[in-house]
């Protein structure tokens, strides 16, 4: 699988959530191997997109399609600055990925020097789903330089809140300390999503 995030200052969201609603409809028929997208708006004015492709090949050739372009610009026009991208080829699954049901989602952007130890954690999706069962799952998508793109998806936001005041194991505390340090995080209140 591959990970593009996509970011941008964006006071115009009814716009941009037309746009990326009619990508939808209009320009995604042809662009293979397109999996889906979550998309919203923090509480700063960000557009955070996070979309999902089977490879970075296909991602690529989608991006070349005239339509493509022609949709992008027109994209682009809406936002208040310049739209910075994250691709991803090292992408970890929790629990299936995402979940197009969530209620909330919490887009955690950081930087680790063992993306190998991060990983490790997030497999350990049986430990997290026990002691956190507000997640409906996550996708974790890593560049080269240990950068990553975590995106969470929870039931509601009041369940995220009161699981975050569950204490975890003395193990995984560590291993969430090392993960987050520096780490900022992204809430969606109301997002959407698309899928193939």
């Known amino acids: 699988m591959f ?34 997208g979550t998309y919203g708006f923090t509480d700063d004015g960000q557009l955070m997109a996070v979309v999902r492709f089977a ?52 887009i955690i952007r950081g930087r680790v020097d063992d993306p190998s130890r991060l990983k490790a954690m997030m497999a350990d999706s049986e430990t997290l789903h026990e002691m956190r069962p507000d997640i409906l799952g996550a996708t974790l998508a890593i560049e080269d330089d240990g950068s990553f793109v975590e995106t969470v998806a929870f039931t509601t936001e009041e369940a995220a809140r009161a699981g975050e005041q569950v204490e975890p194991p003395a193990d995984v505390r560590a291993e969430l300390e090392y993960a987050m340090q520096g780490a900022t995080f992204h809430d969606l209140h109301h997002p959407w999503f698309h899928s193939a």
């Not at 115009?12 to 959530?17: F, G, I, V, Y």
């Open 55 to 106: 490879s970075r090949e296909e991602a690529m050739a989608n991006s070349e399609r005239p339509e493509q372009g022609a949709w992008a610009e027109r994209f682009a026009a809406v936002m208040d600055g310049p739209m910075e991208f994250h691709d991803c080829d090292d992408v970890t699954l929790l629990m299936g990925g995402g979940s197009d049901e969530a209620g909330f989602v919490q």
């Open 3 to 36: 990970i593009q995030m996509i970011q941008a200052p964006c006071t115009r969201q009814d716009d941009a959530h037309e746009l990326i609603d009619e990508w939808r409809r209009d320009v995604s028929p042809g662009a293979t191997g397109w999996l889906g």
